[in-house]
């Protein structure tokens, strides 16, 4: 069983377009987040909810906006792309939003924009 | 603000000890982890470390300095399958994870 998925796996598109990627896990964890991990391979913070609530909302261009329609799931909805958002995208959860909890992260997306 | 220094890259050899750096300057502490990556698959969590001191897991082992900034990961007994790359990643706030660059490991027979 997977803990946490993310779809899809794979995306290409084309500059301009507007995407979508989404998130579900099924660990009963009330915080989930987003991380972009660039070709250096460095992860980084987008986003966390904690109970459909934002918590976390780091320096991101507002054509990025996370959507949490309940606990379970936190998608990620991506406007008019641009070559600079190709990068592999990452989702997690947490059992709560305090230091201690380990994360549990999805698979990846691996986003390329041409 | 954060910053968070490890090696790029490490090779070592089966069956061997290797240990793994993480130096960092920090505003805030709440812990500090360790999360193994292998190519192309997702970041697992490995090791937590709140407290000064050597917390011990199986093969793997990692060190706190609160007062150097300073972390390692130890991992003994070194097989094929360990090689990844091992994010070292700073709790300042909140559940907020600031990750490193990550050290690639190499394991060679």
């Known amino acids: 069983d997977t803990a946490v998925s993310q779809t899809p796996k794979y995306l290409v598109t084309q500059m301009g377009n507007d995407k979508s990627i989404k998130c579900e896990q099924n660990l009963g964890h009330d915080t989930m987040y987003w991380y972009k991990q660039d070709s250096k391979k460095f992860l980084k913070i987008m986003f966390s909810?904690?109970?459909?609530?934002?918590?976390i909302n780091e320096t991101v261009p507002n054509r990025f906006s996370p959507k949490s329609p309940d606990k379970a799931h936190l998608n990620l909805h991506i406007n008019s792309l641009e070559l600079g958002d190709s990068a592999v995208y990452f989702c997690a959860s947490s059992s709560g939003p305090f230091p201690s909890y380990e994360q549990y992260f999805g698979p990846g997306t691996r986003l390329t924009v041409t | 603000g954060q910053n968070i220094d490890q090696p790029t890259e490490m090779t070592a050899t089966e069956g061997a000890i290797v240990q793994i750096n993480c130096t960092y300057q920090?505003?805030?502490?709440?812990?500090l982890f360790w999360y193994q990556q292998h190519a192309g698959e997702a970041p697992t969590f490995l090791s937590y470390n709140v407290l000064d001191g050597l917390e011990e897991k199986g093969r793997f082992s990692s060190f706190l300095s609160r007062s150097k900034g300073y972390s390692y990961l130890l991992l003994k007994e070194l097989q094929m399958k360990d090689s990844a790359s091992y994010l070292c990643?700073?709790?300042?706030?909140?559940?907020?994870?600031?990750f490193g660059g990550g050290t690639r490991l190499m394991v060679k027979p």
């Open positions: 990643a700073l709790n300042n706030a909140g559940n907020m994870l600031t």
């Open positions: 909810y904690n109970n459909k609530e934002l918590i």
């Open positions: 920090t505003s805030g502490f709440n812990g």
